[in-house]
T-cell receptor, first 112, second 112 residues
Framework: NAGVTQTPKFQVLKTGQSMTLQCAQD?????MSWYRQDPGMGLRLIHY???????DQGEVPNGYNVSRSTTEDFPLRLLSAAPSQTSVYFC???????????FGSGTRLTVV | GENVEQHPSTLSVQEGDSAVIKCTYS??????FPWYKQELGKRPQLIID?????GEKKDQRIAVTLNKTAKHFSLHITETQPEDSAVYFC???????????FGTGTSLTVIP
């Protein structure tokens, strides 16, 4: 049982490049979310999913796409990276909204 | 949607003293309130939670209280230790909700 696995742990992108942050969980959780965390700030919700095939926007969705083709995987795509997207990205999952999230270890992204 | 406010944003206490962090929420239908601890450079981890049918919950040196009438809940840490130094986040989720609403975090420093 690996929990929530995020890859890569670190990434440097050039402005305009695209990439996909991977998130996988092996706990059969229906609920999955992506958050970004900037220095001195809290967790801001980007996109979330309540099950395979179902996704919705969070607080800061612009510049990001998601899909949920399987229960296990919830990748986050940056369409055209911008310096404002420099942040630490956390994926989280839960089997219920009355049980806390399990977070992945995060991806530290720098856009230059 | 739900709005969660968290205070204070920073808190310094002497080792052995108690620390209290308070959160208020806006949606009276919220029924689940988790607390997360995030050490520097690490992922947020669930430390304690409370459901709306309970007024208080304890786990060793930490406790959470909930006042549904006033719509606020608090984290209490007694006999603080240097390893308690971290950022603490509160969260709330409405009944039948599909995402967690996080507070902005409290940076706790325990001075030896």
């Amino acid at each position: 049982n690996a929990g929530v696995t995020q890859t890569p742990k670190f990434q440097v992108l050039k402005t305009g490049q695209s990439m996909t942050l991977q998130c996988a969980q092996d706990m059969n959780h229906e609920y999955m979310s992506w958050y970004r965390q900037d220095p001195g700030m809290g967790l801001r919700l980007i996109h979330y999913s309540v099950g395979a095939g179902i996704t919705d926007q969070g607080e800061v969705p612009n510049g990001y796409n998601v899909s949920r083709s399987t229960t296990e995987d919830f990748p986050l795509r940056l369409l055209s990276a911008a310096p404002s997207q420099t942040s630490v990205y956390f994926c989280a999952s839960s089997y219920s909204m009355t049980v806390g999230y399990t977070f992945g270890s995060g991806t530290r992204l720098t856009v230059v | 949607g739900e709005n969660v406010e968290q205070h204070p944003s920073t808190l310094s206490v002497q080792e052995g003293d108690s620390a209290v962090i308070k959160c208020t929420y806006s949606d009276s239908a919220s029924n689940y309130f988790p607390w997360y601890k995030q050490e520097l450079g690490k992922r947020p981890q669930l430390i304690i939670d409370i459901r709306s049918n309970v007024g208080e919950k304890k786990d060793q040196r930490i406790a959470v209280t909930l006042n549904k009438t006033a719509k606020h809940f608090s984290l209490h840490i007694t006999e603080t230790q240097p390893e308690d130094s971290a950022v603490y986040f509160c969260a709330a989720t409405p009944r039948a909700g599909n995402q967690f609403y996080f507070g902005t975090g409290t940076s706790l420093t325990v001075i030896p």
